[in-house]
Each structure stands twice: as C-alpha cells, then as structure tokens.
C-alpha cells in the first residue's frame, strides 16, 4: 500500500470579508481550493452557525463581561427570519487530484449591524479540518453611513427593544459638544458616534490630539450607480470655539469606498 497526506490550497487565507450591505439585500462573493494531492477528495463545508451544539455553546456567559475578552466564538450577529446570514454553494462534493473548485459565498443580511461573521470550515473525509475562513459583514439601513469613535454597543445583541437616542440627549450635561451630520440626500441625522480626543500638555511645541471619523457609501449591485454621494458638517463655529478641528466641513464619497477624515482638537485658551 502506498500512504498520502490529502492537501489543498485556499485563495482566501483567514478572513472574507464581505463589506457593507443594505440591509435587506445581498452581495456574492467567490474563492477557490485547489486539490494538490495525488487523490480524489471528498469535501463538505460546515458553518459554525449551524453546528448541531450551537445553542449548548450560547449559554456561556458572553467574553465582554466575562474577566477575558479572548474570543473564543466567532458567530456574531444573527437574522431576525431565522435564515441563514452566510450561505455557500456547493456544500459538499469531491475535488480531482490537481482540479480547483469554486464556492460562491451569499451574505444576506436582515437588519442593520456591524457584527455579522460567521466561521466556515472546509473538512476533508467527514474528519480533517483541512482549512478555516472567518466571514465578515457589515448591514446599513442607508446607503450612506458614518462610523468611529468609541464603541456604544457590544459585539452580541440583546432581545431588548432600546429607543435611539439623540445626539443632544447622548452628550447633555457633558463637556463636549453635539456634531451633527447630515446625508445630503437623506436630510436625517445618524445614530450617536463618541468621540474622545485626549490632550497631553508636553515642553515641546504643542501637539493637538487626533482622532477620525470614517464617512460611506455602499455599493449597491442591482442601482449600479457611479454617481458620488455628498455630505456635511453643522456646527463647525461652535466646534472651532472649543478648539475643535475638522479635516474638512463638506465632501463627497464614491459608491463602494470609506472616506476617512481627520479631527482635532487643540485647548483654547480659557
């Protein structure tokens, strides 16, 4: 008898990251394996998220209140119809020594969040975890969207129903001030976004403290669209009063790209 090691080459290493959608929509994406043993392998593609001890696992206190915040579950965000987030095609099947196949990934998401992600494994023969690929995905609302600062949600949703809140109610009674920016298109303000910028008064010159907000557009396949989307900041006067800098007061974003823009704050001198 004559003894081989079954082995494959994946086109995605670790993550597959599958962007921004709107939610409601969906986007495809592709990878390959390639057999590069002397065999025949027999395959199938499981998802955590359908692992037959999933909801054994999820009675584990979740890792941000837990003392550790080592991960050790990458199921994030699920969708609300019970359908499946992540799908591939196809599951299962067998790859000819030297041949290639190729998996189509569909992410659908049902509502907005950033926290959708999945993990897929490749196992050879019903036993060998031959490769593992993190997926990745993003769900707006809006086909614009505006995000950084510090994190005001948590990475694991809550079946609680909580009631947005303004971004005058978010900062009242604090020493910042309410930055407000509007879509063009949409005139609605966005959800709260904190930002903290911390000064550290030194001998040299001084050095305002930076930070960043990164502005959006998604690209949306079935209103294919080359059109720029716009927007803007209000309250520049009150922010330049307390010292506060942005890299620029309007601009414009393409659709699939993410406009990072700079701000700063330098103390006055009261």
């Known amino acids: ?87 591939i095609f196809p599951t299962e099947g067998e790859i000819d020594a030297g041949k290639s196949q190729d998996f189509i990934v ?24 031959a490769h593992v690929i993190h997926l990745k995905g993003a769900a707006r609302d809006h086909p614009m969207f505006v995000e950084g600062g510090v994190p005001l949600d948590v990475p694991i949703e809550s079946l609680a129903v909580t009631l947005p809140v303004s971004p005058h109610e978010a900062l009242k009674g604090g020493n910042g001030l309410p930055l407000t920016l509007y879509y063009k298109t949409l005139q609605e303000p966005v959800k709260s976004i904190l930002l903290i910028l911390e000064y550290i008064e030194g001998e040299s010159s001084p050095v305002p403290a930076m930070t960043e907000l990164k502005v959006g557009a998604v690209q949306r396949a079935q209103f294919a669209s080359k059109k720029n989307m716009e927007f803007s900041f209000d309250s520049l006067p009150l922010l330049q009063q307390k010292g506060f ?8 974003v393409e659709p699939g790209q993410v406009k990072r823009i700079s701000v700063s704050w330098m103390p006055p001198a009261d």
Do not use: W
């Not at 025949?40 to 209140?65: E, G």
């Not at 992410?107 to 060998?128: A, I, M, T």
């Not at 800098?245 to 414009?252: D, L, M, P, W």
């Open 1 to 87: 008898g004559r003894g081989v090691m079954p082995s494959i080459v994946c086109s995605v290493e670790e993550v597959l990251n599958m962007g921004y959608v709107i939610a409601g929509e969906k986007v495809t994406s592709t990878f390959k394996i390639q057999n590069t043993s002397t065999l025949t392998l027999r395959y199938s593609i499981q998802l955590d998220s359908l692992s037959s001890t999933r909801d054994k696992d999820r009675q584990r206190l979740p890792s941000f209140i837990m003392s550790s915040l080592q991960r050790t579950e990458f199921v994030g965000t699920q969708n609300y119809n019970g359908l499946s987030v992540f799908s």
């Open 106 to 129: 569909t992410f659908s998401p049902d509502h907005e969040s950033l926290y959708y992600s999945d993990c897929l494994k490749v196992v050879l023969f019903g036993k060998k975890i």
């Open 245 to 252: 800098t942005i890299e620029s007061a309007k601009g414009t």
